[in-house]
C-alpha cells in the first residue's frame, strides 16, 4: 500500500507538471502547481485515513491533460478517457463525477468564447469511451445504486460563509460542527471537508489565475463556477442545489 501511495503520488506530480506546462506556465510556476496539487490536503488527509480511493487524484490531471491535446490531434481522446477510467476503477466515485462536470462546463464556456462546438462533441466522445471501458464496473454500480439509493437530507449549508470556505482552503484539517460524529466534540470526523494548501499557495493560485484570466478565460470562469458549487446555500442561488 506504502509503495502504491508513493507511486500515484509521482504520477501526481508529473501529470501536474505536464498539465501546467501544457498551459505554457514556466518551469517554476509548472512544479509549484504540481506540489500545490498533491500536497493538498485534500490527498494528504484522505490517504492517512485510509481512503485509498484518494489516490484517483493522480490520473485526473492527465485526463485533463489529454482532452486538452485532443482539441488538436484525436489520438488522445482515447488517453483521456482511460485516465478518467482508471480513476473510476480506483475507487474514486464523487470526484470522478465532478471531474466530468468540470469537463463539460470547460468545454461549454471555451465552445461559447471561441464560437466552435467541437470542444462539446469532444467530451461527448470522453464519456462514452470511458462508459465502454467502465461499463464493467459503471452498469453494476448503477444497479445497485437503484436498488439501495443513498437517501440523505440535502447538505448545502456545509459552509456558513465564505470566511468559512477560505477557512477550509487555508486550513489543512477543518474542524466544524458540520462534521462532528453524533454532535460530540470529542469525536470529530477529522478527514472530512478539507480542501486546505495553504495560504501562500492560495495566494499564488489567486495571483496566478489574474494573471492567466486573458489567455485561458474558459478555465478561469470553470472555476469561479466550481467556487461558486462549492459555497453551497450560503449564496442566494445555490449551484450545488441546481445539480
Known sequence: IKIAILIHFFIGLLAMYSLARQFKLS???????????????????????????YLAMSFYPLSFLF?????????????????????????????FAF????????????S?????????????????????????????TFSFINDNPRDTEFAADEYTSFKDFM?????????????????SPDDPVWWEGNLGIGFISAILVIIG????????????????IFILIFLGGTIPISLWKII
Open 27 to 53: 518551469n517554476l510556476a509548472s512544479y509549484a502547481s504540481a506540489f500545490i496539487y498533491m500536497l493538498s490536503s485534500v490527498f494528504a488527509v484522505r490517504i492517512a485515513a485510509g481512503h485509498f480511493a
Open 67 to 95: 482532452f486538452i491535446k485532443g482539441l488538436k490531434e484525436i489520438k488522445y481522446i482515447p488517453l483521456s478517457a482511460l485516465f478518467l477510467a482508471f480513476a473510476f476503477f480506483s475507487g474514486s466515485v464523487y470526484e
Open 99 to 110: 471531474f466530468i462536470l468540470f469537463l463539460g462546463i470547460y468545454a461549454l464556456i471555451k
Open 112 to 140: 461559447i468564447i471561441k464560437f466552435r462546438f467541437k470542444y462539446l462533441k469532444i467530451i461527448i466522445f470522453i464519456v462514452l469511451f470511458t462508459f465502454l471501458i467502465t461499463s464493467i464496473k459503471l452498469v453494476p
Open 167 to 183: 477557512d477550509d482552503i487555508f486550513k489543512s484539517v477543518r474542524l466544524t460542527k458540520y462534521y462532528i460524529s453524533g454532535g
Open 209 to 224: 489565475g489574474l494573471f492567466c484570466f486573458k489567455k485561458e478565460k474558459a478555465l478561469f470562469f470553470s472555476a469561479i
